[in-house]
């Protein structure tokens, strides 16, 4: 992983905050708020961003039915971002998690990001993956929406709390 100065001037790795299509579609069609800020950061090459295909092809498939003049935007905030972009997990691998989550389809958003070693799986689908704190525990990641995740990330950043 890469290393990047803090604010104090130390070396810390890159923190990489996994966003699903909610999150992604939020910072891209807003012109401020959270998750749009960390948008801003990982293009400013402060924090990583990583998705899965999934994610993209979800992201796409949006836009185009909801907003199709959009797509070419969304394309070059993807490539300005440097979105790491991970393999969907395999659905043998899906399927030994799916007790993870209630909501089937989710599922390979979780493995993604756990695959993924992300720090932070950004959403704002509170239904699925906020609601329920066992999702986090059972699958060992931080799960928050983009605010949640900028708070934390200044967390880090300030060396208020650890990153474990």
Partial sequence: MKSV?????????????????SALMAGMISAGGAARALLLLAEDEKILLT?????????????ARKAPQALPFARQ???????????????ELVKTHMDW????ADVPILVAAVQARA????TLNTRHFLANPDIARK?????????????WLRSQLTGNQKRS
Wanted: net charge negative; proline share 8%.
């Fill in 101 to 104: 989550i209630s909501h089937p």
């Fill in 51 to 63: 998705v899965s295909e999934q994610v993209i092809v979800e992201v796409e498939r949006n836009l």
């Fill in 5 to 21: 100065s803090n604010i104090t001037g130390s070396i810390m790795p890159k923190i990489d905050l996994f966003f699903d299509s």
């Fill in 77 to 91: 905030l993807i490539l300005a971002t440097k979105l790491r972009i991970v393999r969907d997990p395999s659905p």
């Fill in 139 to 151: 699958s060992g990641l931080r799960i928050g929406t983009p605010g949640d995740a900028l708070a």
């Fill in 119 to 122: 720090d932070f799986l950004v």
